[in-house]
Structure formats: structure tokens, C-alpha cells
């Protein structure tokens, strides 16, 4: 009788365990900053810098290119002015680096996009467009390095008075685009260049 109620006692314990290790990442998930278990996350391992933090880890795998290219979505420029990583709706977004939000809003083409001037790089400024429009900072804003500062949005928005952009069904879209992804820039003075520069792809 009272093996078996240590018995009992045992199992219960040990699921208790359990389930205390399965939440450890769900609380560290909810950091604001970046942590090792992103780093870690399935596909994250294709680019690293000395510079910059990858802005969305677990995922890398790019389906448009920096430059000329064709246009997938009527009004989306010919010329692509960052690269987009394909993500699922919430996907955290991390600040490259330190810097203030100088713009954070509806873009037009970009749908909802935050921009970021860096502290240590004044000649450089990063965006992340077709985020949530549920904004995690605005404008004048100081963030880290780390710091979550946007998710990756929905495809479709709605309540954008004139949003000229709209999917084949005629839903207005979250800019020009036709899932959710990030299009993430780096300007330097102003003119679009290719992210990756900044990052090497450790795969190759
Ligand atoms: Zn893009």
C-alpha cells in the first residue's frame, strides 16, 4: 500500500518536472530581448555578422532578392529595395542593433513599417516592412540591440483609408504583398543596399 503511494507520488513528481522544463523557453520567449533559444531555433544557422543581430531568428531561407526583379503583386516596384524572408503572422522582429525609431506607421507600398537610425552607424538605417499594425514603438523611441520591436504583420489590413493595395479577392493587403513575410531594408545614407552585405552565409 505505501510503495504504491510513493509510487504514484514518484510519476507525479516527474511530470511535474516535466512540465516546469517544457515552459522554461514559452517565459524566456516572452523577453523582450533576444535570447540564446532564438539562436538556436531551426534554420537560424545561415547568417551571422560581426555588425548586426540576423533580425528574424528561425528564419532564413530568402524568396526575393536585393534588386531588379520581376514584380510578383502589381505595385510592388521592379526594383527591390531589401530582401524578404517568408515568416508566419507574429514572428518577433529584433532591433539589428541600437538606435531611435524614426518612423514607425502605415508605408504605403511597405504597409505598416518601422524604421530605425543606428547610434553607432549614423549613415545607416534599417526598416521592417509589412509588420503588425499593432506597433511596438513609435517614433523618437531609443532601442537595443535585441530589443522586439515589431512582428511580422498580417496580408490582409483593413481601415487604411485609399490602401490602393489588395490581394486577387480585392481585400486591401498590408502594403504590396502577397503573404506574410519580412521585407527587411538597410539604407545607407538614404540609398537601398543589399542586407546581406552585412551579413555572411556561413552555409556556403
Ligand atoms: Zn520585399
Given at each position: 500500500m505505501l510503495s504504491s503511494f510513493f509510487y504514484v507520488y514518484k510519476r507525479i513528481a516527474i511530470i511535474a518536472i516535466i512540465i516546469c522544463i517544457l515552459f522554461i523557453p514559452l517565459i524566456y520567449s516572452n523577453s523582450i530581448y533576444y535570447n540564446l533559444n532564438d539562436n538556436f531555433s531551426e534554420n537560424n544557422n545561415k547568417f551571422e555578422s560581426d555588425l548586426f543581430i540576423?533580425?528574424?531568428?528561425g528564419y532564413s531561407r530568402i524568396s526575393s532578392n536585393f534588386g531588379l526583379r520581376k514584380s510578383?503583386?502589381?505595385?510592388?516596384?521592379?526594383?527591390?529595395s531589401g530582401i524578404d524572408i517568408p515568416a508566419p503572422e507574429g514572428t518577433k522582429l529584433y532591433a539589428i542593433d541600437d538606435g531611435v525609431v524614426t518612423f514607425s506607421g502605415w508605408g504605403a507600398g511597405g504597409g505598416y513599417t518601422v524604421t530605425v537610425q543606428l547610434n553607432n552607424y549614423p549613415d545607416l538605417k534599417f526598416s521592417f516592412c509589412h509588420?503588425?499594425?499593432?506597433?511596438l514603438v513609435k517614433e523618437d523611441d531609443q532601442i537595443k540591440r535585441?530589443?522586439?520591436?515589431a512582428k511580422v504583420g498580417p496580408k490582409n489590413v483593413y481601415?487604411?483609408?485609399?490602401?490602393q493595395y489588395k490581394d486577387e479577392n480585392g481585400n486591401p493587403t498590408?502594403?504590396?504583398?502577397?503573404?506574410?513575410?519580412l521585407h527587411f531594408i538597410i539604407k545607407q545614407n538614404n540609398i537601398p543596399t543589399d542586407p546581406l552585405n552585412y551579413y555572411k552565409n556561413i552555409e556556403n
Open positions: 540576423w533580425p528574424i531568428p510578383p503583386t502589381a505595385g510592388a516596384s521592379t526594383f527591390h509588420v503588425s499594425p499593432i506597433l535585441g530589443e522586439i520591436i481601415g487604411i483609408n485609399n490602401n498590408n502594403g504590396a504583398t502577397t503573404g506574410t513575410h
